[in-house]
């Protein structure tokens, strides 16, 4: 990978034609194998099981109070990883969500680790082309979703669940933003982004679609998870790449914040877990086939950023089909602590151990309350916490009964905390406390953070200086300050 040298004659050219490069060679790998090299986003495929499922694969899940209305809370879910920008052969290959697949995003309001209110969206393809077969765009461009020359459409149904019962539909005719096809083709794919976007009874909307791919990667701290040091040369590569080129797929919901606080009231209840899950339709085998209706098996799961190479140090490649890892994706939070073995490694993470070896900074000592708390509980001043004050926690909302929280693997909002007119991308531990993990930002970054959280911060010695300088920046497009927020995707010609 030398496509970042200094000695470049004319560095912004080159390096457009690396972030091309790059995006062509980690799609391939995505798509072909494991990502063996801990610089090449590994983030973004959790678990072995992952790789042999992309259309379930969540990448990101953000949560935050909605910059455009204070009033309202806005979350995502991106899926389907390693997309390479929009061109003609995307009328033929495209990247659809998986269709009959149960996509959603659950929210905790009462700390117990299971959902009190679900938004989910089913996916169908609306293929209407004579014989079911040639190329899914053209010839003619596309500028509406009712246009003849979307040949394939993928339909939706979003529903609303409360507390497991029945479900409530929000939306019966939804139909996805395509996969952008080049500009020759959807010469204006906002436009069919707008016209995708959906209002939703009660107040908010909702969005399904492809977009830019928003993750803040630092691709060389990526190292200090799975070996212990940056990597493979301090100061070599800049702090993202090659995913600022790259797409994927999005679920956006935006919906007024006491439609998810506890007894809608997020003035006296402002804690909400976050998590997004995606499951797909089976059967019960350990029974007669004969009058089973389908049943859905999770197969991929995702709250807080990171959990693999926080927890684990682990990232494709490392991790063993069917391990503790595959074992978090198919697991409910509620069961989080029953896992003797999770909850051991979040007591314990391997990173702090390989970076003591690699840099003689002392790993903090174990057990690792406050890294239990950051992934399990949330930050409180009295619960393990080293930030000093409450944050987050289920304990804050009033109406929780105590006795029924339990640690589980969410990524916790204060919907009550106010909107900073000056964000910082390190969030929490920068000072900003709107930014992760108090929910997640599309413009926080987490492997600076994270790392620093690892090391001890913020009881302990800053270590900030194991965290490389890149020579120079290439991270995905600040989001937008209004809904959807998520940038298009990226298209060529």
Avoid: C
Avoid at 129 to 145: A, Y
Avoid at 320 to 330: A, L, M, V
Avoid at 405 to 434: C, F, H, M
């Amino acid at each position: 990978m030398n496509w970042f040298r200094r000695t470049w004659s004319t560095p912004l050219h080159r390096r457009r034609i690396a972030l091309v490069t790059g995006a062509t060679a980690v799609a391939g790998a995505a798509l072909s194998g494991p990502l063996l090299s801990s610089s090449q986003a590994g983030g973004h495929v959790d678990a072995p099981s992952s790789l042999a499922d992309s259309a379930a694969d969540i990448t990101d899940v953000y949560a935050f109070t909605s910059t455009d209305d204070h009033d309202m809370v806005t979350l995502i879910a991106n899926v389907r990883p390693f997309q390479l920008p929009g061109n003609a052969t995307s009328s033929i290959a495209d990247h659809p969500f998986a269709d009959g697949a149960r996509y959603e995003i659950n929210t905790d309001a009462d700390g117990d680790g299971t959902p009190d209110t679900t938004y989910r969206w089913t996916f169908a393809k609306d293929d209407r082309r004579p014989l079911k077969m040639g190329p899914k765009v053209g010839p003619g461009q596309v500028t509406s979703l009712d246009d003849s020359s979307l040949r394939v459409r993928q339909t939706y149904t979003l529903e609303r669940v409360r507390d497991g019962g029945k479900p409530e539909t929000l939306v019966d005719d939804g139909v996805a933003a395509p996969t952008h096809a080049g500009r020759a083709l959807m010469p204006d794919y906002r436009r069919l982004r707008e016209e995708a976007t959906r209002q939703l009874p009660g107040g908010g909307r909702t969005l399904a679609g492809q977009s830019a791919e928003a993750f803040k990667a630092d691709s060389e701290v990526f190292g200090l998870y799975t070996v212990g040091t940056a990597g493979p040369v301090r100061g070599w590569l800049p702090d993202a790449q090659p995913l600022s080129a790259l797409n994927v797929n999005s679920l956006v919901v935006q919906v007024p914040k006491k439609a998810i606080a506890l007894r809608n009231d997020p003035r006296r209840n402002p804690v909400v877990g976050v998590w997004a899950s995606v499951s797909r339709p089976g059967a019960d085998l350990s029974r007669s086939l004969s009058g089973q209706k389908a049943t859905f098996q999770q197969v991929s799961r995702q709250g807080n950023p990171h959990v693999a190479f926080g927890v684990f140090g682990s990232t494709v490649g490392m991790a063993r089909p069917g391990g503790p890892e595959d074992r978090f994706q198919q697991r409910n939070p509620e069961d989080d602590h029953l896992e003797r073995d999770f909850l051991a490694a979040v007591n314990d993470p391997v990173p702090p151990h390989r970076i003591e070896r690699a840099h003689r900074f002392e790993a903090p000592a174990t057990p690792r309350k406050d890294i239990e708390a950051l992934f399990m509980r949330g930050i409180g001043k009295d619960n393990g916490a080293k930030f000093g004050y409450d944050l987050n926690t289920p304990a804050m909302n009033a109406d929780a009964d105590p006795s029924k929280i339990v640690p589980a693997e969410e990524l916790r909002l204060n919907l009550t905390t106010p909107v900073t007119r000056d964000p910082k991308s390190d969030g929490v531990i920068d000072g900003d406390r709107q930014g992760f993990p108090n929910g997640r930002r599309l413009n926080d970054t987490i492997d600076g953070p994270l790392v620093r959280m690892l090391m001890g911060e913020p009881a302990g010695p800053s270590a900030e200086h194991l965290l490389p300088t890149p020579d120079f920046k290439l991270q995905p497009a600040d989001a937008q300050d209004t809904f959807p927020y998520l940038n298009p995707p990226h298209a060529a010609l």
